[in-house]
């Protein structure tokens, strides 16, 4: 629960091991899902009022209360556990805020729609069977883009963790002799943190110099500017401690970055593994 809860899926290689066997099965219930609705009905409106309202010259009869209650009542425990899967995995992928407010919302409402279709050409008129057509259409198409968002972020969080064994680790922290030296850094002296002094950098956190301690486990937000590119991420306290070296209103503080961009993570990785600067 903890990975589901706070995104760290991507980290961990047997929870993307597991929910890409996840997207599989439900890249299975996605195209049944399309073989059910066509060996009943098709795109057209009068396909759908013929199998909710019955068709006398097929002899068809129409459906039942108590046959679509029972259908309901399967598919919303169904689909209530499958969207809330994918909606909430979506919530980590880097996306626009706003894209994912809708694409969540667009993909409920339409599973909505679907469903309740039915029941209204059935028990209210027969004029309401493009909502049940709209709704198939909306629900595939918004699972498909989810499907396929989650997919592609686990594939490139697969990459990011080949990236993050092939770089090399931080170097240990200075002996006590040498505490009043600083730790050489990883990365060039461009690297910076705004407000805070950078003492080393790795692709996965970094430790820094402030004047004030922060709690350990806390989470922070660092102005990050790493080669020229500039960006907000969020870290982790992973440890604090004042170094001892005459400077007691200086901490050293270790960070464990929580989220942050594809984009910056390459660019860290690509500057810690540069020969010239592993010395």
Request: charged share 15%.
């Amino acid at each position: 629960m903890k990975y589901m809860q706070e995104g760290g899926f991507q980290k961990n290689p047997l929870m993307r091991l597991t929910l890409g066997f996840s997207l599989g099965l439900l890249l299975v219930f996605w195209v049944s899902g399309w073989a059910m609705y066509f060996q009943r009905m098709d795109l057209r409106p009068s396909s759908v009022v013929d199998y909710y309202n019955g068709n006398e010259a097929e002899f068809r009869n129409p459906q039942s209360p108590s046959t679509m209650t029972e259908t309901l009542h399967i598919h919303m425990a169904m689909m209530s556990v499958v969207l809330l899967l994918l909606t909430h995995l979506a919530i980590f992928v880097p996306l626009p805020q706003r894209t994912k407010i809708w694409l969540i919302t667009a993909t409920f409402v339409s599973a909505l729609a679907e469903e309740g279709g039915g029941w209204l050409v059935r028990f209210v008129s027969p004029s309401f069977a493009p909502v049940k057509i709209l709704g198939l259409l909306g629900l595939q198409g918004t699972m498909a883009v989810l499907m396929g968002l989650l997919a592609a972020f686990l594939l490139r969080a697969d990459r990011r963790a080949a990236l993050r064994r092939s770089v090399a680790p931080a170097p240990p922290a200075a002996p006590p002799a040498e505490a009043g030296r600083r730790a050489p850094s990883t990365v060039p002296l461009s690297a910076s943190v705004g407000g805070a002094t950078l003492m080393d950098i790795s692709p996965t956190g970094m430790r820094l110099e402030l004047a004030v301690p922060l709690a350990v486990d806390s989470v922070h937000s660092f102005h990050l500017s790493v080669g020229g590119q500039a960006e907000k991420v969020d870290a982790r306290v992973a440890s604090c401690s004042a170094p001892g070296d005459g400077h007691p209103r200086t901490y050293r503080i270790g960070l464990e970055f929580r989220h942050i961009s594809a984009t910056m993570f390459e660019a860290l990785s690509r500057e810690v593994a540069a020969p010239e600067r592993r010395e």
